[in-house]
């Protein structure tokens, strides 16, 4: 079991940065999946990105070359760095830690002005 704490979110304009920070309350060392997902208004969860123990990431396609997932093992925390920003960007990020059962956190608003 593990509790997710995201931070980092605000009010940014087009084009651009913010870097979310996930804290987890144990040890991610051996958490097999981390990964940052966004809801926007009205619509459903989506994917954004993922990082797995050994290193490996992904994107989805709207996001890539734009953020960047990392994960600092010492400090118990995932990031995400987002630069160049759309409006499109706009939405709650949730972090997400994926073990025997997957476990989020409560979300960080970002919302960028065009």
């Known amino acids: 079991q593990v509790q997710l704490f995201e931070s980092g979110g605000g009010l940014v304009q087009t084009g651009g940065s913010l870097r979310l920070s996930c804290a987890a309350s144990?040890?991610?060392?051996?958490?097999?999946?981390m990964a940052w997902y966004r809801q926007a208004p009205g619509k459903q969860r989506e994917f954004v990105a993922v990082?797995?123990?050994?290193?490996?990431?992904n994107y989805a396609d709207s996001v890539k070359g734009r953020f960047t997932i990392s994960r600092d093992n010492g400090k118990n925390s995932v990031y995400l760095q987002m630069d160049s920003l759309k409006p499109e960007d706009t939405g709650v990020y949730y972090c997400?830690?994926?073990?025997?059962?997957?476990?989020w956190g409560q979300g960080t608003q970002v919302t960028v002005s065009s």
């Open positions: 144990r040890s991610i060392v051996s958490i097999p999946t």
């Open positions: 997400k830690a994926t073990i025997h059962s997957m476990y």
């Open positions: 990082i797995t123990s050994g290193g490996s990431v």
